[in-house]
C-alpha cells in the first residue's frame, strides 16, 4: 500500500509565501518523479511543477521564477516553495508520485489535497 500525504496549505495575502510540503510512504520500490498539481471549481487539473529522480525540474510558465520544487534523494520528501503568490494561485494542490512498488507495479498516485488561497 501506498500513501502520499500533502501539507502546508493555507490563507496568504497577495505578495506572501507559502511551503506546501508532499510525502510517500509505504511499499515503495523506487519513485521516478513527483509533481504538483493544481486545480480549481469547474477548470481540470493542471500541472505546476515536476521534478525528476535525476532531479531535472519542470514549471508551468505561469509561476516560472516564483515558485521552486526540491526533494531528498528518494523524493519520498518534497517541497514546493510558493513566493510572490496572486489571487490567481489559489486552488487545491495536489501531490503526484509516478513510483514503483516493491511488487513491481508502476503507477500514479495521488494525496488528497491541500488549499491554498491567496486574498487580494
Known amino acids: 500500500q501506498v500513501h502520499v500525504v500533502e501539507s502546508g496549505g493555507g490563507l496568504v495575502q497577495s505578495g506572501g509565501s507559502l511551503r506546501l510540503s508532499c510525502v510517500a510512504s509505504g511499499s515503495i520500490f523506487s519513485i521516478n518523479a513527483m509533481g504538483w498539481y493544481r486545480q480549481v471549481p469547474g477548470k481540470q487539473r493542471e500541472v505546476v511543477a515536476v521534478?525528476?529522480?535525476?532531479?531535472?525540474?519542470n514549471y508551468a510558465d505561469s509561476v516560472k521564477g516564483r515558485f521552486t520544487i526540491s526533494g531528498d534523494n528518494a523524493l519520498k520528501s518534497v517541497y514546493l516553495q510558493m513566493n510572490t503568490l496572486k489571487p490567481e494561485d489559489t486552488a487545491a494542490y495536489y501531490c503526484?508520485?509516478?513510483?514503483?512498488?516493491?511488487?513491481?507495479?508502476?503507477?500514479?498516485?495521488w494525496g488528497q489535497g491541500t488549499q491554498v488561497t491567496v486574498s487580494s
Open positions: 521534478i525528476t529522480s535525476s532531479g531535472s525540474t
Open positions: 503526484n508520485a509516478d513510483l514503483q512498488t516493491q511488487l513491481g507495479y508502476r503507477g500514479n498516485y
